[in-house]
């Protein structure tokens, strides 16, 4: 069950708000909120009883590690430092860090199980009492020197690292400086100047999806810290927050804003960023652990919301993760950094443990059940010491040990989700998953910002990703693909052959700085948003549907807002023209076939087209075969008119075909690639990485007209597979121009097309009126046929399909479908209108 947003907004503007937020008797703050502190002190420190746990001890230590290093640096540090070296006055992530260490050392003394000259040492938290008044006194309390930098820190970091460390020591801090919190809150209400009189803004484009959380679970804290008990403080909080959970509705947007999750799954922050990965499990931490501190007090119903909670994971990010690794389509800038992709799910299977123990009856068993998948299937080991609450490391050790749990995932074996409403697609079959990054003039190409991610251009212009079954991932994809693999070569990409400039190259700078343009660009500015950090594409259509385990996918490749805005834009803001391509994707069982028609530049330049990039560690065993159209074999690098081409990791044991359906001559590079981390992001170390990178690439020529191509990739295939493909079995190009894209898979019965033009489009039987994606299967004589309808360009009210050949009546349909016998065959008219991209299905016999 999700909550709707009538439903929610109907609770927040009546009675029914007690369903969530009940009323309460006067003087039941109080008790409440000791209860709060109490739940959230458990949270960070652990427990008595959790912390006994032979497990928790790894995180004990590491918490007694980090205290002592920082109250080394306090004891080293100079005239005018809190810490060594940390030098504070300009610098607002170093200010972050310093509030953060003084957190770090408070929790450690609030952790039962450190050692007693931490744990409960009052000197100890004396020392992070001055250090607070210390940086209030010097660099925090007066508003006309702070705010500097990156506005995060000032409205969330900090007051995250300040509010947890009043609550780990509120009993020391009444004690010893009683007037210290009614200080600090004062302070970081006057931070919240994209708010509104100190408190949250709900209009404003800074406070929405997980930066809402953060703020709003900050100011739930701050409130239990109050003398009252905060009750009209966390009220406000709790009802602000409430707005997360409610299902984005693009047609009808509360408060303009488009962050947050959608029907079919998907999460945008930062207005159009498919985010999932990132700010996504942000928001799902933030939010499971505000349940966590609420439980019990009163405050508010959290059982209420942990069915929404329950579809993110299950709808969200269960698709998304594979093997415990999670897919780089979903996760923005953080591509470029060096943490894994199996770093990420550790922090999503400590939110799901602890939604676990939220959950009841079934519900709960399942995601007990995910949580071993995960584990059993990840090929990095899931270290529980990274998890934040030690009393999560006990109960994933219970899920763990539990006998009577047994392994299953939340997807089904065989899978296919269309996230429309973020432009990506995910395709999965036991032995691998694929997962393939859109753009559109809803979402954005890329996310560049802060110096991370230098070289995004073409990452949301259909660059895909195969992930093997057993492969560890951090050697085929993470940092280490972006670093080695050429940004204009990513697996799927059309990319002009030019050479593009990072943004501190062109403008000295991590963003392009001109606050006298009428634009206004600043660091912070929404025309920084909408030309440097993250552009989106010019062209709507971008989307695809869904039949059962079976999907098709397309998008028109466009330039980006930037250069059609080329002619407002300041003379030395630097512009790029993209390359031209109508591109599909169908998802089958064995194959993933790939049409691109009108592949060209409009500007004469010579383009390629990268049908795969691989990487592989530089002592791999790597092999490359394949056959050329003549029958002579082929082998290793070269440029060729190639039938079929197989890429081998004897190492690994892993191995993809690409069969060459229709094709210009396909060029083959083996090369080991060296360059340092630094080159994807300026804070990454200076790192050397090798990689031996694999690439097949089809040239277009410079003034060329034009080109089509069609290819299937072929996960974890045999040679002898491979041979066998040709003369249309199984696979057949129905049509690949930039008016219509189909194939049929003779084996499957299975029929799809996407056209993207207005007017008829018939192939195999099927005329589809408009642009639309359509996947009909026809698996036998006499047996039933289904069909899938989507409208891909989000603004059609009606999408008609006739299948041709004898009448067939209605069996099951979708609401909104209604079925027709006409001369000549069976229509289907389909009401696509705020559809967003949902897959419509029938089923006739």
Known sequence: MEITRRRLLSALSAAGLLAVIPTRPAGAAAADSARLVANTVAVFAGTAESNARPETAAKLAAVTKTARTHLKSMDDAG?????????????????NTAFKQLYEIALATRAPGTPSDLYGNTAVQRRVIDGLGWLHERYYGDQSKGYYGNWFNWEIGISQHVSKTLVLLIDEVRTYKPGLTATYVASMDAYLRNGTDGDVNLDSRFHTGANLADITTNRILQGALL????EARIRKALTDQLTVFVTIDPYHLNHGVTDGYYADGSFIQHASVAYTGSYGKGLLTRVVQTLKILDGTGFAHGEELVPTVQKWVRDGFAPLIFEGWMMEIVKGRAVSRTTSGYTDVAVVVEAVVDLSSLSAGAEATALKSYVKHVRATSRAALDPTAFVSPVSIVRYADI?????????DLNAAARSVAFNAMDKTVHRRPGYAFALARSSDRISKYEYMSGENLMP???GD???YLYLSGQDQTQAYGVDYFTTVSPYGLAGVTAPVERRRTVPELYGKPYYDNPGHPLNFTSSSESQNKYVYFPRGTDGHSGG???????????????DVAFADRKLLPEDFVVYRNAAATKSWFLLDEEIVVLAAGVGDGAGRAVTTTVDARTAAPDDRVSVTGMLRDGRPWTGAGTGDLSWLRYANATRQTAVGYVFLDTPRVRVALDQVTRSRRVVRTANPDTPVTRTVLGVTVDGAAGAEPARLAYALVPNAAEAALRSYGSGQPLKVLANTVRLQAVAHTGLGLTAANSFTAGHHEAAGVRIDGPASVLVRRPGHGDETTVAVSDPTMDRDTVSVLLRGRSLREVTADDGVRVSRVP??????????HAYGRSFTVTLR
Do not use: C, H, K
Request: hydrophobic residues 45%.
């Open 79 to 95: 005239d005018g430092e809190l810490f060594a070296g940390l030098v504070l006055g300009t610098d607002d992530a170093n200010l």
């Open 227 to 230: 003398p009252d008990g905060g």
């Open 400 to 408: 763990i040990a539990d006998a009577s749990v047994p392994p299953a």
């Open 457 to 459: 251009w073409f990452q």
């Open 462 to 464: 259909g660059a895909y």
């Open 545 to 559: 549907a869904v039949l059962g385990a079976y999907g098709a996918v397309g998008m028109v490749q466009s330039s």
């Open 824 to 833: 000549g065959g069976t229509r289907i008219d389909v009401e696509t209108r």
